[in-house]
C-alpha cells in the first residue's frame, strides 16, 4: 500500500457522461499529481496543486477539470466523455517542495472505459 | 522534443542474470533529477531508485543500480539477479529544476524467463 488512495478502482461509462475520480494523498504530502496512462499516448502528465492551490498544468483537455480541497483530497472531474479518454488515471503525492529527491508516490489508480 | 527516450520497447532476459534497460534524456538545465519506477501487470507505478544530477556517485538500491553518465545523458538502469517477479513495465522519468512534475519515457517491457 502506497498511502495514496484513489476511487474508484474500476470505472464504465458512456460518452458523453461526467465522472468524478477522487485522491487523497499521503499523510504529510501537499503535493498531489494527476496523470494519465493510455496504449498510444503513454503516461501524460495532466496536472498539479500543492496546499489547494494549482501549480502546474500539463496535457488537461478543457472538458477536465481538478481541485484540491483544505483536506488536500483532490478530484479529477472529466466531462462530455469520448472513446478516446479511456485510460488509467493515476493520481500521486510527494513531499514539500523542498525535499530532495521529491519523490512522487503513485495510487493504484482507476481505470476508466469509456463505451 | 522527447525529453526521455527509452529505445528498447522489450527485453528478455533469463532468471539470476544481470540486465540493462537504457534510457536517455535532454535538458539544458543543471540540475535535475532522474527517476525510474515499475509497473507491474497490476498496474500500480512502484519508485525504484533516484538520482541527482549532482550526484557523484551511482545510485544503488538493492538489486538496482543507476548507471549514470552524464556526458552521455543517460542513466541505465541495471538489475542484478534478475527474479520472475521483476517481470514488469520500467519507466523513466526526468524532473527539472523548477519543476515538480515529472516527465517520462515510453517504457520497456522486461521478461523475466525461468
Known amino acids: 500500500d502506497s498511502g495514496v488512495t484513489q476511487t474508484p478502482k474500476h470505472l464504465i461509462t458512456a460518452t458523453g457522461q461526467r465522472v468524478t475520480l477522487r485522491c487523497s494523498p499521503r499523510?504529510?504530502?501537499?503535493?498531489v499529481y494527476w496523470y494519465q496512462q493510455s496504449l498510444d499516448q503513454g503516461l501524460q502528465f495532466l496536472i498539479q496543486?500543492?496546499?489547494?492551490?494549482?501549480?502546474a498544468k500539463g496535457n488537461i483537455l478543457e472538458r477536465f477539470s481538478a481541485q484540491q480541497f483544505p483536506d488536500l483530497h483532490s478530484e479529477l472531474n472529466l466531462s462530455s466523455l469520448e472513446l478516446g479518454d479511456s485510460a488509467l488515471y493515476f493520481c500521486?503525492?510527494?513531499?514539500?517542495?523542498?525535499?530532495?529527491?521529491?519523490?512522487?508516490?503513485f495510487g493504484a489508480g482507476s481505470r476508466l472505459t469509456v463505451l | 522534443a522527447q525529453k526521455i527516450t527509452q529505445t528498447q520497447p522489450g527485453m528478455f532476459v533469463q532468471e539470476k542474470e544481470a540486465v540493462t534497460l537504457d534510457c536517455t534524456y535532454d535538458?539544458?538545465?543543471?540540475?535535475?533529477?532522474l527517476f525510474w519506477y515499475k509497473q507491474p501487470s497490476s498496474g500500480e507505478m512502484i519508485f525504484l531508485i533516484y538520482q541527482g544530477s549532482y550526484d557523484e556517485q551511482n545510485a544503488t538500491e538493492g538489486r538496482y543500480s543507476l548507471n549514470f553518465q552524464k556526458a552521455r545523458k543517460s542513466a541505465n538502469l541495471v538489475i542484478s539477479a534478475s527474479q520472475l517477479g521483476d517481470s514488469a513495465m520500467y519507466f523513466c522519468?526526468?524532473?527539472?529544476?523548477?519543476?515538480?512534475?515529472?516527465?517520462f519515457g515510453t517504457g520497456t517491457r522486461l521478461l523475466v524467463s525461468p
Open positions: 500521486a503525492s510527494s513531499v514539500p517542495a523542498s525535499s530532495g529527491a521529491n519523490v512522487l508516490t
Open positions: 522519468a526526468m524532473r527539472e529544476a523548477g519543476f515538480q512534475k515529472l516527465v
Open positions: 496543486y500543492y496546499n489547494g492551490e494549482e501549480r
Open positions: 499523510s504529510g504530502d501537499l503535493s
Open positions: 535538458t539544458s538545465d543543471q540540475s535535475y533529477g
